[in-house]
């Protein structure tokens, strides 16, 4: 499994970006999918996460209503669309995936992740 992030950058308060995740796997749709981040100082924090059909989502309180989790399962990718960015929202971020074709409660979502991605820098200026 091999996954690669992309879009990260330096962005304004109030800005927007988009991350995206792109798998070298088979049976893509199998995978729960998974953004971490990880800022200086600060342990690693789930931050959201998508079933393997798109169709259920989980987010952290801290982003809930301003970050939207998708995937492309025809594209093995999955993005992060992150609007309304804080200062506080400067950190890695990781992409992350596990087996996961069923039905599963939030802690399935929240919990440990298996393959993670390089990782991409997202820093936010006030």
């Known amino acids: 499994v091999r996954l690669v992030e992309s879009g990260g950058g330096l962005v304004q308060a109030g800005g927007s970006l988009r991350l995206s995740c792109a798998a070298s796997v088979r049976a893509f749709s199998d995978f729960t999918m998974g953004w971490f981040r990880h800022a200086p100082g600060k342990e690693r924090e789930f931050v959201a996460a998508i079933s393997w059909s798109g169709s259920n989502t989980y987010y952290a309180d801290s982003v809930k209503d301003r970050f939207t989790i998708s995937r492309d399962n025809a594209k093995n990718t999955v993005d992060l669309q992150m609007n309304s960015l804080k200062p506080e929202d400067t950190a890695v971020y990781y992409c992350?995936?596990?087996?996961?074709?069923?039905?599963?409660?939030?802690?399935?979502?929240?919990?440990?992740?298996?393959?993670w991605g390089q990782g991409t820098q997202v820093t936010v200026s006030s």
């Open positions: 992350a995936t596990k087996w996961g074709r069923s039905n599963y409660g939030r802690s399935h979502y929240t919990g440990s992740f298996d393959y």
